[in-house]
């Protein structure tokens, strides 16, 4: 809440392939797709109930800023560390 940067989401994407509703269980899995020096792209489906197909799919970027200046800046390392283990592997 205090850090010297934040996140800022510039964009956003998803893709709706079935509904979903009350009370159906969703499961959302979320990847690390690109972690750039002042950027990452997280991916993420959503499943409904066992079924194997998401039933959304979708996609955000986060820029980190300074705080004052809202300048791109580097992510912080302790940041960068935790959203590696969330990196998609190599194809």
Known sequence: MSGAT???VAETQCRFHAPVAFPDRITVGLRVAHLGTSSVRYE??????DDPHA???GHF???HVDRQTRRPTPIPAATRDALRTLLRPPA
């Open 44 to 49: 993420l489906a959503i499943f409904r109930n």
């Open 6 to 8: 934040i996140a800022l």
């Open 55 to 57: 039933c959304a799919t």
């Open 61 to 63: 970027v986060h820029v």
